[in-house]
């Protein structure tokens, strides 16, 4: 039973295009994230929600809007995909700002535009 | 702003040998941190997690120690086996997680 859950797991499209990566979790958490794995396998946070509102947004163009339509869902959808946004994008999920709160990851996207 | 550094960023071993692993961050006010593994072409795994108010916590072949005051973690891995061999990846929580580049290990048979 998958707790983080992320669709598709590969995604190749061509410049230009809009494209939507959806994010499902099944662990009653209240907070979820996106982050980017960059070719050199360093992962940077882009954005968090809390109970469906944006808490962090880390300077992430405004190509990428990510849409939380409830506290289990985080979708990420980019519009005008662009080369440099060719990376693997993670989505996961906690619960709140708490000392025991263990981060759980899905299994990532792997992004390629060509 | 967080920074996290893992050292060394790649580790061989012969199978049977001790692991330790360095991460360190730069801000001590954290709640938590925890390490991961990730296995090539895979998610994070998430193999412990020690409170804020923790010195250590302990999984099987696993120990992770901490340090807040200094800004410092260490994850042993016993008698490391050839299924040991992944990146590790070590991240602090504030009010994200914040991570390191990773530790790629190798465990030869």
């Known amino acids: 039973d998958t707790a983080v859950s992320q669709t598709p797991k590969y995604l190749v499209t061509q410049m230009g295009n809009d494209k939507s990566i959806k994010c499902e979790q099944n662990?009653?958490?209240?907070?979820m994230y996106w982050y980017k794995q960059d070719s050199k396998k360093f992962l940077k946070i882009m954005f968090s929600y809390n109970n469906k509102e944006l808490i962090i947004n880390e300077t992430v163009p405004n190509r990428f809007s990510p849409k939380s339509p409830d506290k289990a869902h985080l979708n990420l959808h980019i519009n005008s995909l662009e080369l440099g946004d060719s990376a693997v994008y993670f989505c996961a999920s906690s619960q709140g700002h708490l000392p025991d709160t263990e981060a759980f990851f899905g299994q990532g996207t792997r992004l390629t535009v060509v | 702003k967080q920074e996290v550094t893992q050292i060394p960023a790649a580790l061989s071993v012969p199978e049977g040998e001790n692991l330790v692993l360095n991460c360190s961050f730069t801000d001590s006010a954290i709640y938590n941190l925890q390490w991961f593994r990730q296995d090539p072409g895979k998610g994070l795994t998430s193999l412990l997690l020690?409170?804020?108010?923790?010195r250590e916590q302990t999984s099987g072949r696993l120990n992770a120690s901490l340090d807040k005051s200094s800004g410092r973690s260490t994850l042993y891995i016993a008698a490391s086996q050839p299924g040991d061999s992944a990146t590790y990846l070590c991240a602090v929580y504030d009010y994200k997680l914040s991570f390191g580049a990773g530790t790629t290990v190798t465990v030869r048979a």
């Open positions: 020690i409170q804020s108010s923790q």
């Open positions: 662990l009653g958490h209240d907070t």
